[in-house]
């Protein structure tokens, strides 16, 4: 085969051999460890460690915050994509700048100030007072950390699709009767929600994992506001090294998990737009 | 028929909207929406990190810059960023040439793998490290025969940094490289270029932008990341803490202004970060036309 396709470019083996040996020893290696050492517990032990009431509770706080914070984002990101696509106002560059602001913002410098705002004292936190709300240190809290980081993730998908939308599917349904909320509702939207599902996918992915802005706005209490990557790292400073694997696994096998189902979705519903087109 | 699409061509100013817009007070509803939501998400907690760390004034905020334990966490986020950053630059350059310059099987799988670490936890990063190369790992033993200290040590924290900043050049790349195309590097050999000219001459420049703008978003993410540093490190103070553990230190020591002061560093630099990445994604595209009508002529 070599000799019939003759590559003009030099360098495949190297850089694809050097590609793959870097992969190997940074990512596969180290990740495959945690199977490996998970096989050290016997299977009623690593039972018996996934399924402690405490880390149910951290399961259902995470897997729960993570999915409410990537829906509530999914309306936002619909929002906020629109108004930087269709409409032209004052500053709106840097607008569209300051969206990737939780991206570039460090996870530790996003939790303490969430935290120093929503506190009872806070700016926020004090107009919030009176109404009974409190926000930091409640699972509330959680979720507007998990909400915040996951912002960028659902207007950066939709965005692109929106500017490339054809003009002409709006105009076919305007001219057919519809009016601008059954235009979104019936026309736009459907094609959105390839997108919508990546972004989604990826802010609940990036919420499941997330660690340092969620911790100071927490509170951390056992059962109520741990999340499983904090609980993760309590058993690691008790160093039980076996127990903070298996809950890792279990993380690492459920966001695995819904990328996969994601994926498949997704890969239906473009087949399904692309079956529209051709129609 | 120049003439008759004039003459059949609407007014510029309708009096009416046309079918395909929004009326001017849904318009208006939904930017002040987006915009309010954005002010109170997003541009609040900046100004409060600013606000928080002068609090107690200038004086106060200079101080905590002449602390040894601060000047050492920003030395030490320097080596981290250092080191894996050019150490991921060279893996992405590497992989994108692999990937979009050849056809090979698995490719696809490829790509996915090395876009795993994104979909990782840090806490997961930091902890595969810790088994591998910590008390009750396969290399201890050697290791500590050896004298040799990964964990609760600056090599731990430059491997976790690594882990995580680990896609950004190379899923940078990609993308670019196949759009690019292998045209121009195969006419560069074919006058007579060796591989390390074409690299040179041909690619890098046609990259350049690309390259920058992963380079930039992997230095962020190196500066900042917390989770991951934070499980390899041992927090041991002027030793093994970057600028976001100490910001944890100083925050649970009950000196929040002192937190404060030294988020602004990262705060700061998040900001360069967005206008830098705003500015290159303009070069980027203006780069990604030249290419274009380059090939297509």
New interface residues.
Partial sequence: MAKNTR??????R???G???L??SL??????A??FV?TSTLSWEQFWHVITAPRALASYRLSFGASFLAAFVNVF?GI??A???VR?E?FGK?I????????????????????T??YAPHG??GQLLAPLGVKVAFTQLGVFIAL??IG?PFIVRTVQPVLEDFD?EL??AA??LGAN?WQ?FWRVILPMLYPALLTGFSLAF??A?????SVI?IAGNMPMKTEIT??L??TK?EQ?D?AG??AL?VV??VG??VI?LTVNLLQWRSSRHLAQFAQA | MGDTTTFFRAPRREPHRRATAESPWVRRLLIGGALCFLGIFLVVPLVSVFAEALKKGLGFYCHTFNDPLTLSAIKLTFIAAGISVPLNCVFGVAAAWAIAKFDFRGKSILITLIDLPFCVSPVIAGLIYVLLFGAPGPFWTWLSDHNVKIIFAVPGIVLATTFVTFPFVARELIPLMQAQGRTEEEAARVLGASGWQTFWRVTLPNIKWGLLYGVILCNARAMGEFGAVSVVSGHIRGQTNTIPLHIEILYNDYNTTGAFAVATLLAFLGLVTLVLKTWIERKKIAALRATETRVAA
């Fill in positions: 590559r003009v470019l030099p360098g495949f190297l850089t694809l050097y590609t793959l870097y992969l940074i990512v596969l290696i180290p990740l460890g945690v050492k936002i929002l906020v629109w108004v930087l409409y106002f560059k607008v569209d700048a300051l969206v990737d602001m939780p991206f570039a913002l460090p996870t530790a410098v996003a939790g303490i100030t969430l120093a705002l700016w926020i909400t915040f912002l003009p709006e105009e305007a001219s601008r235009t992915a990036r499941l994992g997330e660690y340092g100071f990557p904090l993760i790292v690691l160093f090294y903070a694997t890792a993380m690492l966001s695995f990328l």
